[in-house]
């Protein structure tokens, strides 16, 4: 009851209360015209047609373009309406316009050209290949990395990196939430701040509603800390509260770089417990391509704000030489624009390519027919593909449709795993002992085409073989699902997950 009366929960609230007012007036307006409900209800029926033909002409994918057709169709007097309220334009607004790629092409130059891997075959060329032209993200040579399989081995190096800035420190996180693990950095962030040190943070205000008080950027700025919130959530129906920035990333002097799947919250360094053991991955950068996490996070600060800056101001004078930078380092990022499908592409191209293994980790399995088909061709082409999922959802409706594409992926040979401690927010792919990713992109639509993203791809690096590791070490704290699994499913237990798969790409 004590947690009910706090700001975040009072806010929560508040923008409930206004949205379900606009959903009663909308009630009354329908009901004052009843007398004319039938004239009403055939232009809505009209509206709804012509909307239907408009998505089915768009550029999105067929099942989101299915997902809702149907509704529409079916509910002509809400249907339409919803669409244009929750999903109806993949065209965000300014933080993610097309500015994003000329600025990328911009200020991305690296000495390092995707050619320079072809001792290592051509299809990691490709990949990186793909990632420089379409993204403008190119690979980078002089960097080391660093792979932490959970979120307690990665907090204390995080803390420890914090603690050496010198000139500025950046953070952009999906969700950021009062507590333990927020109260260590923010002291470091406070003392780094009246030392002179540059302390920015942007976070996701959806992805935070729950954890933090309206007025956390003013908080913030009581301590000499700057902070953007991105598209804050308004008391008002709207399709821009549909595209999230979902991107996990810091950066410390433009040297270090973090990324991964890891928030910053409690439950990613089990300092509590949400469904279970809460098992995340991040990946420590260090050297010349820390500057694609810089000029990712500066652009969104330029957008948000929008502000020109002098990126050059902060590039480094020069990269110290790093102990261990065999291989390349390539990170990437996406966009909801739908020219953009970056996340979705990549991913395509490593499952298609590998040729002994492909082992995934991933919080949810909500794919499309084209993802699909790619895990089913290399497991029938003898890829030894194996996907890791949680055993205790965070999500049930979408767990449920996660497990709905067991069954068709075991036929094709692929083989399946559950984490039995808990939930796995881990979101990794690794292939051949040769090229991985880690990064903040699910295996789902949302990830794939409605949110910003990013990650990064790694070829020939150590850490490729300890992400390679930490699957096989996880296997043992796993229960492998057969088809008698699936085959034991009820009959309305099926029904529910065929229709829930439908409309997977809405949830």
């Known amino acids: 009851m004590n947690r009910l009366h706090t700001p975040r929960f009072q806010r929560f609230f508040g923008l409930v209360f206004i949205i379900l007012l606009q959903l009663v007036a909308f009630a009354i307006v329908i009901d004052r015209f009843m007398s004319y409900f039938i004239y009403f209800y055939w232009i809505c029926v009209v509206i709804s047609l012509f909307v239907s033909i408009w998505i089915a002409s768009g550029k999105s994918k067929l099942p989101y373009k299915m997902a809702w057709i149907i509704p529409i169709l079916m509910f002509p007097l809400l249907g339409g309406l919803a669409f244009f309220l929750m999903g109806g334009s993949r065209n965000p607004s300014r933080p993610i316009s097309q500015h994003t790629r ?10 390092t050209h995707p050619t320079d891997l072809q001792p290592l075959g051509i299809d990691v060329v490709q990949q990186s290949q793909y990632l420089n032209n379409a993204a403008s993200c190119p690979p980078y040579s002089n960097t080391e990395t660093q792979y932490f399989p959970i979120g307690e081995a990665f907090f204390p190096v ?21 507590g333990e693990m927020w109260s260590e950095i923010l002291e470091i962030l406070t003392e780094k701040a009246a030392q002179g040190v540059d ?14 008080p309206k007025s956390f950027p003013e908080d913030l700025g009581k301590l000499g800390i700057l902070c953007s919130v991105f598209q804050p959530v308004r008391p008002v129906l709207s399709v821009h509260q549909n595209n999230r920035d979902h991107r996990k ?7 270090v770089g973090f990324t991964g799947g890891i928030n910053l919250a409690d439950e990613y360094i089990n300092q509590i417990e949400r469904f279970g053991y809460w098992k995340d991955s991040a990946l420590l950068m260090r050297g010349e391509a820390v500057w694609s996490l810089t000029v990712m996070f500066l652009h969104m600060w330029e957008s948000i704000r929008h502000a020109r800056i002098d990126y050059s101001r902060f590039r480094p004078e020069s990269f110290p030489p790093v102990a261990n930078s065999v291989g390349f380092v390539q990170p990437y990022f996406d966009t909801p624009l739908a020219t953009d499908t970056i996340c979705a592409d990549l991913h395509l191209q490593m499952f298609s390519k590998a040729k002994q293994y492909l082992y995934i980790t991933t919080p ?11 895990l089913h061709i290399s497991a029938y082409s003898g890829v030894d593909v194996r996907i890791m999922t949680p055993h205790i959802p965070d999500k049930k409706m979408v767990f449920s449709v996660t497990q709905s594409h067991y069954e068709s992926l075991l036929r094709a040979g692929v083989r399946i795993y559950e ?31 409605l949110q910003l993203e990013n990650g990064t791809w790694l070829c020939g690096t ?19 699902i057969t088809l008698d699994d699936c085959q034991t499913i009820s009959l309305p237990k099926r029904i529910i997950r065929s229709v829930l798969r439908i409309f997977s790409p809405l949830l």
Not at 167 to 176: D, H, Q, S, T
Not at 249 to 255: A, F, K, T
Not at 419 to 446: E, M, Q, W
């Open 462 to 480: 150590p850490s490729v073989l300890a992400i390679r590791d930490d699957f096989i070490s996880s296997l043992s704290f796993c229960k492998e």
């Open 199 to 212: 302390v920015r943070v942007i976070y996701d205000d959806f992805g935070s509603l729950m954890s933090l």
């Open 158 to 178: 995080f803390l420890q990196e914090l603690s050496k800035a010198k000139k500025y420190i950046f953070l952009e996180y999906f969700i950021i939430s009062e």
């Open 102 to 111: 000329d600025a990328f092409q911009h200020q991305l130059i690296s000495f």
């Open 249 to 255: 990333l810091c950066v410390i002097d433009g040297i």
């Open 419 to 449: 984490f039995l401690p808990g939930f796995i927010h881990s979101k990794t792919v690794v292939a051949d002992d040769l090229y991985a990713s880690v990064g903040s992109c699910n295996l789902d639509y949302r990830s794939f085409y």
């Open 364 to 374: 949810y399995l909500v794919i499309d027919d084209t993802i699909a088909s790619a």
